[in-house]
């Protein structure tokens, strides 16, 4: 029932900022007790949780990206997004959108593939 759709630019350059949108359809990002986060995995590394967002718009990340790293949303299009700055060819990933409830995330977007590079 519940799909997430990541869309953005898949090229970005060193310095600047990352822009991943996730559109939701079958479920609201504001149902109770519900995160919608992103998760990202660098070529030939493991899975990285990055953050997320509450239904009730309380967000939290990962202290290592923290500094960089701002997850908000838009309810009236039912979308979340994610904004990681200052960034550098170490995050080069595939960027997954996630909904997490009851101790795991159960739904997965397609994942975008994103360069950073000159």
């Known amino acids: 029932q519940v799909q997430l759709q990541g869309s953005g630019p898949d090229l970005v350059k060193p310095s600047q900022t990352l822009s991943l949108t996730c559109t939701v359809s079958?479920?609201?990002?504001?149902?109770?007790?519900?995160?919608w986060g992103w998760i990202r995995q660098p070529p030939g590394k493991g899975l990285e949780w990055m953050g997320h967002?509450?239904?009730?718009?309380?967000?939290y990340y990962s202290p290592s990206l923290e500094s960089r790293t701002a997850i908000a949303r838009d309810t009236s299009k039912n979308q979340f997004s994610l904004q990681l700055t200052t960034v550098t060819p170490e995050d080069t990933a595939v960027y997954y959108c996630?909904?997490?409830?009851?101790?795991?995330?159960?739904?997965w977007g397609q994942g975008t593939q994103v360069t950073v590079a000159s």
């Open positions: 996630v909904r997490g409830g009851n101790g795991v995330y159960d739904y």
């Open positions: 079958g479920g609201s990002i504001t149902t109770t007790n519900y995160a």
């Open positions: 967002i509450l239904y009730d718009a309380r967000t």
